[in-house]
């Protein structure tokens, strides 16, 4: 299936002084996407892997939209230079409207906080709820030990066999970019229901 026009969902680290190789990858995935044409939306962050690719994106000449709750606003938290910042009342009003509004999901490296949106989106595909495309852009093997821990739930039979096909992972931006644009552009096989 084709799009008229791309939004992709970044999900990714607001933390500041990461190595360059981090920074230097979300940059270059944000140029890639405007170089598409695609929108970028995510979190709104002023700092880390958020500001990055939406650098990234808006060095290109394209569009980086924030989604944000209210009370990070309040603390100044969101990048003032985002083509246009959507603010919600809380964060998982947040993570309902980047689903809405995107066609896929690229998680770049980060904590807690994009750790938890990574796998709520892989869940939400799991049960048929947003059955988007899911990117892991594993920069310098950050998360290798996720790949493992997720192929061992499959091995001990906490997921079936074919939801290894729920999220793929790529080494570099261009093979991030080449995994979504085959995703969106045919239709593949559905992913067989949790139950």
Same mark, same amino acid.
């Given at each position: 299936?084709?799009?008229?026009?791309v939004n992709i969902c970044v999900f990714g680290a607001?933390?500041?002084?990461?190595?360059? !190789?981090?920074?230097?990858?979300?940059?270059?995935?944000?140029?890639?996407?405007?170089?598409?044409?695609?929108?970028?939306?995510?979190?709104?962050g002023c700092e880390g892997l958020m500001r990055a690719?939406?650098? !990234?994106?808006?060095? &290109? !000449? &394209?569009?980086?939209?924030?989604?944000?709750? %209210?009370?990070?606003?309040?603390? &100044?938290?969101?990048?003032?230079?985002?083509?246009?910042?959507?603010?919600?009342?809380?964060?998982? =009003?947040?993570?309902?409207?980047?689903?809405?509004?995107? %066609?896929?999901?690229?998680?770049?490296?980060? &904590?807690?906080?994009? @750790?938890?949106?990574?796998?709520?989106?892989?869940?939400?595909?799991?049960?048929?709820?947003?059955?988007?495309?899911?990117?892991? @852009?594993?920069?310098?093997?950050?998360?290798?030990? @996720?790949?493992?821990?997720?192929?061992?739930?499959?091995?001990?039979?906490?997921?079936?066999? #074919?939801?290894?096909?729920?999220? %793929?992972?790529?080494?570099?931006?261009?093979?991030?970019?080449?995994?979504? =644009?085959?995703?969106?552009?045919? #239709?593949?096989?559905?992913?067989? #229901?949790?139950?």
């Amino acid at each position: 299936m084709a799009f008229d026009k791309v939004n992709i969902c970044v999900f990714g680290a607001s933390s500041r002084d990461l190595e360059k !190789g981090y920074v230097d990858a979300a940059y270059q995935l944000g140029t890639l996407m405007a170089q598409r044409g695609w929108t970028c939306y995510n979190g709104a962050g002023c700092e880390g892997l958020m500001r990055a690719v939406s650098d !990234g994106v808006l060095d &290109g !000449g &394209g569009e980086a939209i924030g989604v944000i709750p %209210q009370f990070m606003v309040d603390n &100044g938290w969101h990048y003032d230079r985002l083509t246009r910042i959507i603010t919600t009342a809380d964060m998982h =009003e947040r993570k309902n409207t980047l689903a809405q509004m995107t %066609q896929a999901v690229i998680a770049l490296p980060g &904590g807690c906080g994009t @750790l938890e949106e990574l796998l709520e989106a892989i869940t939400w595909r799991q049960l048929g709820l947003a059955p988007k495309p899911i990117v892991v @852009l594993n920069t310098l093997g950050y998360y290798n030990h @996720l790949a493992a821990m997720l192929t061992t739930a499959i091995e001990q039979g906490f997921m079936r066999k #074919s939801h290894h096909r729920l999220v %793929q992972f790529a080494d570099t931006p261009e093979q991030a970019i080449a995994i979504i =644009e085959k995703e969106l552009t045919h #239709s593949p096989e559905p992913i067989e #229901s949790k139950y």
